[in-house]
C-alpha cells in the first residue's frame, strides 16, 4: 500500500506540475554526434527523446523526458506546441538504415496533459521532415519536407491530428525547412535552404495554396520567426559554411506582397532563431566555427547566443555569450526573462536570464539522455 500511495503521489504531482506549467519541448537526437567537424552516425544509438521543461519553476526543470524519435538535420524548429500546450508535434527528418542517415517522414503528436506525457499518434508527413509549425488559433500546422520540396499540411481537433494535402513548392533539393505562420493565420512563410528563397503561402482556413511569390533574403535562408505584433518576421541565413560571417534578414509582413527591408551580420552559421513573446528581443544562436574541425582556420571552441533588441521593424545587437558546441535552439520564457538554448554536443540546455539587455549565464544546465536538437513555446492567440 505503501508504494501504491507513493505512486499515485507521484502521478498527481506531474499532474499538477503539468496543468500550471508553461512549457517548453525539447527534440532531443541520440543518432548523430559531432566528430571533429562531421557529422557522424551512431551504431547501436540510444533512443532519441523528447524533453518536457517547465518554464515556470525557478530554476527551469525536465518535469518528463520520454522516448520518441528526433533528428538534428533540419533547423531547430522541429518542435510545435498548441496553444493551449495540450499537445506537441515533433518531426524526425532522418533515421539510421544501414548505418547511415537517410530521409524520415515522421510526424509525432505528443499528448502533453498525460501523465507521463506520451507519444499518441505518429503520422506521415514527407521525406526529410523537418520544421513544423501550429497556427494560433490551434487548428493547423505545417510541415516542411526538406528531401522532396514539399510542404504538409495537417487539421487539428483538439488532440487529434489529420493529414490534410500537400504542397509542391519545388524538387527534392529545393530543401523547405522551417515554417512561420502570421498571428491571423492568413499567411505562410517557407524557408528553401536548397534554392536560397522564402515562399509565400496563402492561408483560408483549412485551404492552404503556394502563391508563386518568393522572397529572395540571402544564401541559405534556414530558419524563420514571425515576431509579435507581427510586423516583421526574421529569417536566419546560414550561408555556405566557408568563414565568412552570416546574416539575419528582416522581412516586411505588411508590405503587400512582403519584402526584405533590412539584412544585417551576426557570425559563422545562425542555426536557432527565436523571438521573446512579447516581440521585443530575439535570439539567435551562432555556431561561430564550433562545429568545425579543429584544425580549421575558422574554428572556435565554443558557439554564441546574439540578443538583438527589436525597433519596430529594426534589429539592434545589444549583447552575446558563449554557449556549447553544435549549439541548435534557443527559447525564451512567456516573459521574456528566461532564455534556454541547446547544446547538442553536451547534451544540456543552458540557462540565461536576461538583466535588463544583457545576457546573464545563470550557471544552470538541464542535462539531457540525448543531444537536444529542436525546442519551442507556445505560441499564444
Same mark, same amino acid.
Not at 505512486?7 to 506531474?14: F, I, Q, T
Not at 566528430?35 to 525557478?58: E, N
Given at each position: 500500500?505503501r508504494i #501504491?500511495? &507513493?505512486?499515485?503521489g507521484?502521478a498527481l $504531482?506531474?499532474?499538477s506540475a503539468l496543468?500550471?506549467?508553461?512549457l517548453?519541448?525539447?527534440a532531443?537526437d541520440?543518432?548523430?554526434?559531432?566528430?571533429? %567537424?562531421?557529422?557522424?552516425?551512431?551504431a547501436?544509438a540510444?533512443p532519441?527523446?523528447v524533453a518536457?521543461i517547465?518554464l515556470?519553476a525557478?530554476p527551469?526543470r525536465?518535469?518528463?523526458?520520454?522516448e520518441?524519435?528526433?533528428?538534428?538535420v533540419?533547423?531547430? #524548429?522541429?518542435?510545435?506546441?498548441?496553444p493551449d500546450?495540450s499537445?506537441?508535434?515533433?518531426?524526425?527528418a532522418m533515421?539510421i538504415?544501414d548505418?547511415?542517415?537517410?530521409?524520415d517522414d515522421?510526424?509525432?503528436? +505528443?499528448?502533453?496533459?498525460?501523465t507521463p506525457p506520451?507519444v499518441?499518434?505518429? &503520422?506521415a508527413a514527407g521525406?526529410g $521532415?523537418?520544421?513544423?509549425?501550429?497556427?494560433r488559433?490551434g487548428? *493547423?500546422a *505545417?510541415?516542411? /519536407?526538406?528531401s522532396e520540396?514539399?510542404?504538409?499540411?495537417?487539421?487539428?481537433?483538439?488532440k487529434?491530428?489529420?493529414?490534410?494535402g500537400k504542397?509542391k513548392?519545388?524538387?527534392?533539393?529545393?530543401g523547405p525547412?522551417?515554417?512561420?505562420?502570421?498571428a491571423?493565420?492568413?499567411?505562410?512563410?517557407v524557408?528553401?535552404?536548397g534554392? /536560397?528563397?522564402?515562399?509565400?503561402?496563402? +492561408?483560408?482556413g483549412?485551404?492552404v495554396e503556394?502563391t508563386?511569390? =518568393? +522572397?529572395?533574403p %540571402?544564401?541559405?535562408p534556414?530558419g524563420?520567426v514571425?515576431?509579435?505584433?507581427?510586423d516583421?518576421?526574421?529569417?536566419?541565413n546560414?550561408?555556405?559554411?566557408?568563414g565568412?560571417?552570416d546574416?539575419?534578414?528582416?522581412?516586411d509582413m505588411?508590405?503587400k506582397?512582403?519584402?526584405v527591408i533590412d539584412t *544585417?551580420?551576426?557570425g559563422?552559421?545562425p542555426?536557432?532563431i527565436?523571438?521573446?513573446?512579447?516581440?521585443q528581443? *530575439?535570439a539567435v544562436?551562432v555556431?561561430?566555427g564550433?562545429n568545425?574541425?579543429?584544425?580549421?582556420?575558422?574554428y572556435r571552441a565554443r558557439?554564441?547566443?546574439? &540578443?538583438?533588441?527589436?525597433n519596430?521593424q529594426k534589429?539592434?545587437?545589444v @549583447?552575446e555569450a558563449?554557449? %556549447?558546441n553544435?549549439?541548435q535552439g534557443?527559447?525564451? @520564457?512567456? =516573459?521574456?526573462?528566461?532564455?534556454?538554448?541547446q /547544446?547538442?554536443v553536451?547534451?544540456?540546455?543552458?540557462v540565461f536570464q536576461?538583466?535588463g539587455?544583457? #545576457?546573464h549565464d545563470?550557471?544552470?544546465? +538541464?542535462?539531457l539522455?540525448?543531444?537536444p536538437?529542436g525546442?519551442?513555446?507556445?505560441?499564444?492567440p
Amino acid at each position: 500500500m505503501r508504494i #501504491l500511495s &507513493l505512486l499515485a503521489g507521484a502521478a498527481l $504531482a506531474m499532474t499538477s506540475a503539468l496543468a500550471s506549467a508553461e512549457l517548453a519541448v525539447s527534440a532531443n537526437d541520440n543518432k548523430a554526434v559531432l566528430v571533429d %567537424g562531421v557529422t557522424t552516425p551512431v551504431a547501436d544509438a540510444a533512443p532519441d527523446t523528447v524533453a518536457v521543461i517547465d518554464l515556470r519553476a525557478k530554476p527551469p526543470r525536465v518535469i518528463a523526458e520520454i522516448e520518441a524519435a528526433a533528428s538534428v538535420v533540419g533547423p531547430p #524548429l522541429s518542435v510545435a506546441i498548441a496553444p493551449d500546450e495540450s499537445i506537441a508535434l515533433v518531426t524526425a527528418a532522418m533515421k539510421i538504415v544501414d548505418g547511415k542517415q537517410v530521409p524520415d517522414d515522421k510526424l509525432q503528436v +505528443i499528448d502533453l496533459q498525460g501523465t507521463p506525457p506520451a507519444v499518441i499518434a505518429t &503520422l506521415a508527413a514527407g521525406a526529410g $521532415a523537418a520544421g513544423v509549425s501550429i497556427n494560433r488559433a490551434g487548428t *493547423l500546422a *505545417l510541415v516542411a /519536407n526538406r528531401s522532396e520540396g514539399t510542404v504538409s499540411v495537417f487539421a487539428i481537433s483538439g488532440k487529434s491530428v489529420t493529414a490534410a494535402g500537400k504542397i509542391k513548392l519545388g524538387d527534392e533539393k529545393s530543401g523547405p525547412s522551417s515554417i512561420a505562420i502570421s498571428a491571423d493565420g492568413k499567411t505562410a512563410l517557407v524557408t528553401r535552404d536548397g534554392d /536560397n528563397r522564402v515562399s509565400v503561402l496563402a +492561408i483560408d482556413g483549412g485551404k492552404v495554396e503556394y502563391t508563386k511569390r =518568393d +522572397i529572395y533574403p %540571402g544564401q541559405r535562408p534556414y530558419g524563420i520567426v514571425i515576431c509579435s505584433p507581427g510586423d516583421i518576421a526574421v529569417v536566419a541565413n546560414i550561408g555556405a559554411g566557408q568563414g565568412d560571417a552570416d546574416t539575419l534578414s528582416v522581412i516586411d509582413m505588411k508590405a503587400k506582397p512582403p519584402r526584405v527591408i533590412d539584412t *544585417l551580420t551576426v557570425g559563422q552559421t545562425p542555426e536557432g532563431i527565436a523571438c521573446s513573446p512579447d516581440g521585443q528581443a *530575439l535570439a539567435v544562436t551562432v555556431m561561430s566555427g564550433s562545429n568545425k574541425p579543429k584544425d580549421s582556420p575558422f574554428y572556435r571552441a565554443r558557439g554564441k547566443v546574439v &540578443l538583438l533588441q527589436v525597433n519596430g521593424q529594426k534589429l539592434k545587437k545589444v @549583447s552575446e555569450a558563449d554557449v %556549447g558546441n553544435w549549439s541548435q535552439g534557443a527559447a525564451f @520564457s512567456a =516573459d521574456g526573462r528566461t532564455l534556454l538554448v541547446q /547544446n547538442m554536443v553536451q547534451k544540456e540546455i543552458q540557462v540565461f536570464q536576461l538583466k535588463g539587455w544583457h #545576457l546573464h549565464d545563470t550557471g544552470q544546465r +538541464i542535462k539531457l539522455k540525448a543531444g537536444p536538437a529542436g525546442i519551442r513555446i507556445a505560441d499564444r492567440p
